[in-house]
Each structure stands twice: as structure tokens, then as C-alpha cells.
């Protein structure tokens, strides 16, 4: 059974830091395309950053860049997302994702989000003072 369960988030106060980790387990991680998105409250779900294997193209959103970091732990079959200085509107539901599609044709850019195949429950996040 495909499995992605995110855990590390809650709330936070405004210029603080979450890492959000995402647990995977019934597919080969290494082929896989890695994603994190969210849905703030009242809006549409937005790709966040995602990463490629194996050369490791990567997307920020402009929103994020600078301040959040895509990683994985390939023995463990766990992808991170680092969430420093954060924002209010930062707060949403975070999802991890992954799909095995060709991305060939686009480096570092949002199409490495596009397609995704297999999708977390989600996990909230709030930052407010």
C-alpha cells in the first residue's frame, strides 16, 4: 500500500521555523518526483517546492523562495520541508506528493510539480502571533 504521512507541523509565532517531514512507503522513492504544496483557508491548492531525481532540479513558489528548503533522506524514503522565517500567510494545510512522470523537459520549474500520483492527508499549519 502507497503510503505518505506528513507530521511536523502546528502552530508557530511569525519568524519562527517548522520542518515538516513527510514518511513514504509503498514505492520506490528514488524514482520519484518529490512535492510539497498547501491550500490556505478559502484558496486553491498551490505547488510549494518540488524536487527530481536524479539530478535534483528543484522549484521554489516566488512566495517562498529564500525561506523554505525541499530535502530527503533517500535511506529512510523521507522528504523534508524546512520552513524558516515564516509568514501569516503561511498558514494552510501542507501536503507531500510524488509522481514518477518524465519531467525531462523542464528544469527547476513548476512543471516538476505537475501530475502527481500518490498524495498525504495533509497537516496544518498556523502562523499567527
Known amino acids: 500500500e502507497v503510503q505518505l504521512v506528513e507530521s511536523g507541523g502546528g502552530w508557530v509565532q511569525p519568524g519562527g521555523s517548522l520542518r515538516l517531514s513527510c514518511a513514504t512507503s509503498?514505492?520506490?522513492?528514488?524514482?520519484?518526483?518529490k512535492g510539497w504544496f498547501r491550500q490556505a483557508p478559502g484558496k486553491g491548492r498551490e505547488a510549494v517546492s518540488c524536487?527530481?531525481?536524479?539530478?535534483?532540479?528543484?522549484y521554489y513558489a516566488d512566495s517562498v523562495t529564500g525561506r523554505f528548503t525541499i530535502s530527503t533522506d533517500n535511506a529512510n524514503n523521507t522528504m523534508y520541508l524546512q520552513m524558516n522565517s515564516l509568514k501569516p500567510e503561511d498558514t494552510a494545510v501542507y501536503y507531500c506528493a510524488a509522481h514518477n512522470r518524465n519531467t525531462d523537459y523542464v528544469t527547476d520549474s513548476v512543471g516538476l510539480c505537475y501530475g502527481m500520483d500518490f498524495w498525504g492527508k495533509g497537516i496544518p499549519v498556523t502562523v499567527s502571533s
Open positions: 524536487f527530481r531525481n536524479p539530478n535534483g532540479a528543484t
Open positions: 509503498g514505492f520506490t522513492f528514488d524514482d520519484y518526483v
